[in-house]
């Protein structure tokens, strides 16, 4: 799976967007791009998902560049819920495939 | 929404203890996963099981754990003799691992597993 790098923290007001970078310049064609948030120690929560077009889902926007070298997650309107470690992760999506977490970015939404 | 069930939600045990730590993954699901998170450090996978047997396991799943699907429900992760360093939150996941689908892991809330 190819390799991501994302900033290690960042802020965001409460009620504004949180846009969420993240870069995997050595992607290949079939591997999609995943997000998934970790909230204090909870289990990881799946938010979206993508290949190459844009997506949207009732928690969040992913956004990948045309050559999909990058892409940013958009949660639209930040509440102090969404305080949370974010991973993007980049796999294969087939059946059994496991996940490798990195490091992952600590968004802090502030009031 | 259907969830992945993890008990114990804290274990607290003696070294050199044996430990078992279950899950009951979705129903439909065919693929279960076990991962551990040291305190401050990464969500680390452990194994994955598929069709009553390992599919993959990472240098950590050593000779000292086991993974057993007993029946048609529970999942189960066995730490035969427990070490200091076991000390973590593990958690249980599933997937669908049909033809079509995103294949998204589902995670359960975690076990904290405690080592004196």
């Known amino acids: 799976d190819a390799k991501t790098t994302q900033p290690p923290s960042m802020d965001c007001a409460e009620g504004r967007a949180a846009n969420l970078p993240c870069n995997h310049s050595?992607?290949?064609?079939?591997?999609?791009v995943y997000w998934y948030r970790q909230i204090h120690s909870q289990g990881p929560q799946y938010i979206i998902h993508?290949?190459?077009n844009n997506e949207t889902n009732e928690m969040a926007s992913l956004i990948i560049t045309e050559d999909r070298k990058s892409s940013t997650l958009i949660l639209p309107h930040a509440t102090l819920r969404d305080t949370a470690v974010y991973y993007c992760i980049v796999r294969l999506r087939e059946y059994g495939n496991k996940l490798v977490f990195g490091a992952g970015t600590i968004l802090r939404v502030k009031s | 929404e259907p969830e992945v069930t993890q008990t114990p939600s804290h274990q607290v045990t003696q070294m050199g203890q044996e430990v078992i730590l279950r899950c009951v993954p979705i129903s439909n699901h065919l693929y279960f996963y076990w991962y551990r998170q040291i305190l401050g450090q990464k969500v680390e996978f452990l194994v994955s099981?598929?069709?009553?047997?390992?599919?993959?396991k990472s240098e950590i799943f050593d000779d000292q754990f086991s993974v057993e699907r007993p029946d048609g429900s529970n999942f189960t992760l066995k730490i035969r003799s427990t070490k200091l360093e076991d000390s973590a939150m593990y958690f249980c996941?599933?997937?669908?691992?049909?033809?079509?689908?995103?294949?998204?892991?589902?995670f359960g809330a975690g076990s904290r597993l405690t080592v004196l």
């Open positions: 099981f598929y069709n009553n047997e390992i599919s993959e």
């Open positions: 993508g290949l190459k």
């Open positions: 050595t992607i290949s064609g079939n591997e999609y």
């Open positions: 996941a599933s997937s669908v691992g049909r033809a079509s689908g995103a294949n998204v892991l589902t």
